[in-house]
């Protein structure tokens, strides 16, 4: 069972959620995948559906979520007015580098908790809350709301109940962090869709770019100048990738998930009246890895954000799903997540601090030796 999230807003919040297209429930369902571009395109936009259907169909796969967090948020429910609440944001770069200053540690830290506080901080304080003191999050309260949702995510996975304590102690921490229950009813509506993919794009980036001069160079002048056309701008007279470039060679390597999409039987009477039921599995990873993206100076699997600048057969990147239900904040949200790896890059400078390398890139786990120490 795969999970779907891409990218989208709500009035100061938002997301990095994909977007899926799962019409309807099926029993003893035949798996089919879908890996090109084309094809993707195809499931995730099917003909003569409604946006009613397609909210419905979103809310689907994501039913693990409702039972493992209580969420009611858009992306469990195919309430059309909530999905209608979601809305555009604003900057937080100066948020961002306070939480950063915040979380550099005198010890060293695990590098994938270090970007998760640095991500939930900027969340609450930069969207949810803006008046809230920042000093004020307990650093031990971020870190076991981080943790549990971590933890809960990955037994949702599993067919077995979730112990019920797990969600009372995150729901409780988190009330620590985000007291105001006028707005925030159940706080994990807004920081689920928020921090958990989001610190997640963040810590892949900042894998791939930290040790890259130019990459560097990039994302600090963005913190210095966070405006669109500082975003999108090329380096050395054109010659060098964009931060933008770089966002878009982390969602081509690291989509943050892939989802599953269920087609009702009317969709498959178009050409077989006795349909057999179906799961479409949109393997979003496999269709930005083939070889449409290969250069003559890297292949598909390889970090290259200068691939962009060479036009491959497959520019399109489907992390933010595509259809009536794309996500609209596919032209500002990447750089949300730019802002934040900017901010870290200030401070973790090789001077003061420094990233120590795993071996691999990991993404919601799998960063084994990864860390972020304090210049002896």
């Not at 999970?3 to 899926?20: N, T």
């Not at 550099?104 to 991500?119: A, K, Y």
């Not at 993206?293 to 598909?300: G, L, Q, V």
């Not at 970090?303 to 933010?320: G, V, Y």
């Amino acid at each position: 069972m795969f999970e779907h999230y891409g990218i989208c807003v709500s009035a100061a919040i938002f997301s990095f959620f994909l977007l899926s297209t799962v019409l309807g429930t099926v029993s003893s369902p035949r798996a089919i995948v879908h890996d090109t571009h084309k094809s993707i395109r195809d499931l995730l936009d099917p003909p003569c559906a409604s946006t009613d259907t397609l909210l419905r169909s979103r809310s689907s796969p994501n039913a693990r979520l409702l039972r493992a967090f209580h969420l009611s948020n858009t992306f469990v429910s195919p309430d059309p007015t909530v999905y209608a609440n979601f809305l555009h944001w604003t900057s937080f770069n100066d948020v961002a580098l306070h939480a950063v200053e915040l979380t550099l540690p005198e010890l060293p830290i695990p590098f994938h908790v270090f970007i998760r506080s640095v991500t939930l901080r900027t969340i609450i304080v930069g969207l949810l809350d803006p008046h809230t003191d920042m000093t004020s999050l307990a650093s031990n309260d971020v870190d076991i709301v981080t943790n549990l949702i971590t933890d809960i995510w990955m037994l949702s996975k599993k067919p077995g109940p979730i112990p019920e304590y797990l969600l009372e102690m995150l729901n409780d921490r988190l009330r620590h962090l985000i007291p105001n229950q006028g707005e925030y009813p159940n706080p994990l509506d807004f920081v689920i869709p928020t921090w958990e993919t989001l610190w997640r794009v963040v810590a892949v980036t900042l894998a791939y770019v930290h040790t890259d001069a130019e990459a560097r160079r990039a994302f600090l002048d963005l913190t210095d100048n966070p405006d669109g056309d500082q975003f999108c701008a090329l380096k050395l007279d054109g010659t060098a990738p964009s931060v933008e470039n770089y966002m878009s060679e982390s969602l081509r390597l690291h989509p943050p998930a892939i989802s599953p999409h269920h087609f009702p039987s009317w969709y498959h009477r178009i050409s077989n009246p006795t349909p057999t039921p179906k799961i479409h599995v949109a393997d979003i990873e496999s269709a930005q890895r083939s070889v449409l993206w290969e250069s003559d100076s890297s292949p598909p699997e390889a970090f290259d954000a200068a691939r962009f600048l060479r036009e491959p057969k497959a520019c399109e990147i489907l992390a933010f799903g595509t259809g009536p239900l794309k996500c609209t904040a596919i032209n500002w949200a990447p750089m949300a997540a730019a802002l934040i790896v900017g901010t870290i890059l200030n401070r973790v400078d090789g001077v003061n601090y420094y990233i120590v390398r795993g071996e691999r890139v990991g993404e919601r786990t799998g960063w084994d030796g990864w860390m972020v120490r304090k210049v002896a």
